[in-house]
T-cell receptor, first 113, second 114 residues
Framework: KQEVTQIPAALSVPEGENLVLNCSFTDSAIYNLQWFRQDPGKGLTSLLLIQSSQREQTSGRLNASLDKSSGRSTLYIAASQPGDSATYLCAVGSGAGSYQLTFGKGTKLSVIP | SAVISQKPSRDICQRGTSLTIQCQVDSQVTMMFWYRQQPGQSLTLIATANQGSEATYESGFVIDKFPISRPNLTFSTLTVSNMSPEDSSIYLC???????????FGEGSRLTVL
């Protein structure tokens, strides 16, 4: 059974800092990995999707990497802003044609002005 | 991406009652799903909503408790039946669009059962 762990559970940084969020998974036979953002009381916003054949994806100030062999992904946020404050969720998809995702519990990020 | 609308956005309900949550997508999608997020927990898949047929439920979820309808490619409902305080959660509708495997989510429906 796939398990997804996100460390740290919470992170507080001053505005302008670069930061890294970590995600690890137990079964390396994944189809893809997706990073989401969730604001309090809201739904999820898709940030980046990495297919199993890819090593990284970039969108603006966000860069996500994937190392299947070690069961790890990182989300790098450059020049953090207060608007980046949210909970970031990592989700792993297993099996082509199966869209069931296994989610981590998330990292709650606070960017202090 | 798609615009995914859920109703209600939140509700407070009494124990023993039932509530139906609606999910409307602004484009036709093949795959629709319902997730639950309990307080302080991550998301758990309840079921896949199949158009024109019975939903496919994950382990631990049953049709009698969470009946799902999907009459067409843009709409689905999830009913939470005979509610108890343990059903207090955020319920989220999600869809898969053109990019293989990329999921998009609605805003969620926050349910509190007293």
């Amino acid at each position: 059974k796939q398990e997804v762990t996100q460390i740290p559970a919470a992170l507080s940084v001053p505005e302008g800092e670069n930061l890294v969020l970590n995600c690890s998974f137990t079964d390396s036979a994944i189809y893809n990995l997706q990073w989401f953002r969730q604001d309090p009381g809201k739904g999820l916003t898709s940030l980046l999707l990495i297919q199993s054949s890819q090593r990284e994806q970039t969108s603006g100030r966000l860069n996500a990497s994937l190392d299947k062999s070690s069961g790890r992904s990182t989300l790098y946020i450059a020049a953090s802003q207060p608007g980046d404050s949210a909970t970031y969720l990592c989700a792993v998809g297993s099996g082509a044609g199966s869209y069931q995702l296994t989610f981590g519990k998330g990292t709650k990020l606070s960017v202090i002005p | 991406s798609a615009v995914i609308s859920q109703k209600p956005s939140r509700d407070i309900c009494q124990r023993g009652t039932s509530l139906t949550i609606q999910c409307q997508v602004d484009s036709q999608v093949t795959m629709m799903f319902w997730y639950r997020q309990q307080p302080g927990q991550s998301l758990t898949l309840i079921a896949t909503a199949n158009q024109g047929s019975e939903a496919t439920y994950e382990s631990g979820f049953v049709i009698d408790k969470f009946p799902i309808s999907r009459p067409n490619l843009t709409f689905s409902t999830l009913t939470v039946s005979n509610m108890s305080p343990e059903d207090s959660s955020i319920y989220l509708c999600s869809v898969v669009l053109a990019v293989p495997g990329e999921l998009f989510f609605g805003e969620g429906s926050r349910l509190t059962v007293l």
